[in-house]
């Protein structure tokens, strides 16, 4: 192999995450309580400039155990792939010690959200093992309000995961989530960290 290619990488929660959760409860019984505590995450993710405005917690769903936590890392990392999503179901499975949150003998695990996935992160749950996936809202607001673009989402995504086995829980604290969207977009400085626009497609000749 060419001596100079990169062979690693990593990926760290800001510390500010630790403080953030220092008063959260190791269980989160409700759906309330589990959308609460990502959009509290959201809403300091953008402030401390460690991401977007997105959060993610990996939980189970009986017992409402946290199982991790994670926020969009882009602009930290410089990863365009760190998002909340990835880097809480990463984490969980890193702490799981295995690729399935759905091994058998296991809880069954949720991924929590603050808003419905973009295409990336649809594909991320879906081969995460986890059963449910529950997010405070879904529809236009992130894209009109952010600038941020979700990608080339089906418009079967809801049918695609429940034929997986994988529940969708949608409209919890939804108003609460728009507002942490609607005040990152405000912002003088924000940074949308996506997909260029329209692209072309060139054929060699
Ligand atoms: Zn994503």
């Known amino acids: ?63 409402g155990r946290l199982r991790s936590a994670g926020v969009n890392l882009v602009l930290a990392s410089g990863l365009s792939s760190t998002h909340a999503e990835v880097v809480a179901l990463s984490l969980a499975q890193a702490g799981h010690g295995t690729w399935d949150l759905g091994a058998p003998g296991g809880p069954a695990l949720e991924l929590v959200v603050n808003w419905r996935t973009c295409v990336m992160c649809y594909g991320a749950a879906m081969w995460s093992g986890v059963r449910r996936l529950l997010i405070a809202g879904h529809g236009p607001e992130v894209e009109d309000l952010t600038g941020f673009d979700e990608g080339p989402m089906r418009d079967d995504w809801i049918e695609q995961f429940d034929q997986r086995g994988i529940e969708i829980v949608t409209d919890v604290l939804r108003a609460e989530a728009v507002e942490v969207l609607r005040a990152y977009g405000e912002r003088p400085d924000v940074v949308v960290y996506n997909a260029r626009g329209r692209g072309s497609i060139h054929t060699s000749a």
Not at 26 to 48: G, I, K, M, S
Not at 50 to 60: K, Q, S
Request: negative net charge; without cysteine; glycine residues 4%.
């Open 1 to 63: 192999m060419p001596a100079a290619l990169p062979t690693h990488f990593a990926v760290q929660l800001p510390d500010w995450v630790t403080s953030e959760l220092s008063d959260v409860p190791d269980t989160l019984p409700t759906d309330e309580d589990r959308v609460r505590v990502v959009n509290r995450l959201a809403a300091r993710n953008y402030q401390e400039g460690t991401g977007g405005p997105f959060a993610a917690l990996v939980v189970e769903t009986e017992t």
